[in-house]
């Protein structure tokens, strides 16, 4: 059975430095989505993105924020300036007839 | 700001046992509600969806819909201990629309 894949699964990382979270679809998906969950809190959606541009973002994606599908398959988020409050999971997800969630990559900022 | 409510929990069940998950929103314009079981450091598992009003049933679940109320449930019968998770529920607009989570409830299925 098809699914969404992510890489790393777990990402440390300093203050200010810059990560990318990769995500791989499931391939015959047209929607792709990010979403992140700080421990303990509930699932936020953070962008949208269709037919290789964005479709609808939240406040939480602001300037350090960017999504690209550099190809025909993955998905990648980049946070530019990390702060320790983007300590969470990330979770990418693809839609086909609804969303299916990725496995999440743990991002842990020191 | 649309907003997705859910009873936080613990919600403990002896197995064998129907547990009864509920959740309401605020969005009258939602269209499409979906209920996604998480177990501890795991992603979201999509386990039913209902877009119409009344029940819909999968197996041991069957999730409920009320548009007028703006509540959804979710009844899992005949519990196991492998049900022991934290139900989401969420709720888009229909279409791509973004989801929107609740905090979800903890479940706990007792042997």
């Known amino acids: 059975e098809p699914e969404v894949t992510q890489t790393p699964s777990h990402q440390v990382t300093q203050m200010g430095q810059e990560v990318i979270l990769r995500c791989v679809p499931i391939?015959?998906?047209?929607?792709f989505y990010w979403y992140r969950q700080i421990l303990g809190q509930k699932v936020e959606f953070l962008v949208s993105?269709?037919?290789?541009?964005?479709?609808?973002k939240s406040e939480i994606f602001d300037d350090q924020f960017s999504v690209e599908r550099p190809d025909g398959s993955n998905f990648t988020l980049k946070i530019r300036s990390t702060k320790l409050e983007d300590s969470a999971m990330y979770f990418c997800?693809?839609?086909?007839?609804?969303?299916?969630f990725g496995p999440g990559t743990r991002l842990t900022v020191l | 700001q649309k907003e997705v409510e859910q009873n936080s929990g613990p919600l403990s069940v002896p197995e064998g046992a129907i547990a009864s998950l509920n959740c309401t929103y605020s969005?009258?314009?939602?269209?499409?509600f979906f209920w996604y079981r998480q177990y501890s450091g795991k992603s979201p598992e999509l386990i039913m969806f209902?877009?119409?009003?009344g029940d819909k049933e999968d197996g041991r679940f069957t999730a409920q819909l009320n548009k007028a109320s703006q509540y959804v449930s979710l009844l899992i019968r005949d519990s196991q201990p492998s049900d022991s998770a934290t139900y989401l529920c969420?709720?888009?607009?229909?279409?791509?629309?973004?989801?929107?989570f609740g905090k979800g409830t903890k479940l706990t299925v007792n042997p």
């Open positions: 993105f269709y037919n290789n541009e964005i479709s609808e």
């Open positions: 969005d009258r314009g939602s269209q499409s």
């Open positions: 391939s015959n998906h047209l929607y």
């Open positions: 969420a709720v888009s607009q229909g279409g791509s629309e973004k989801l929107v």
């Open positions: 209902i877009y119409s009003n």
């Open positions: 997800a693809s839609k086909g007839d609804t969303q299916y």
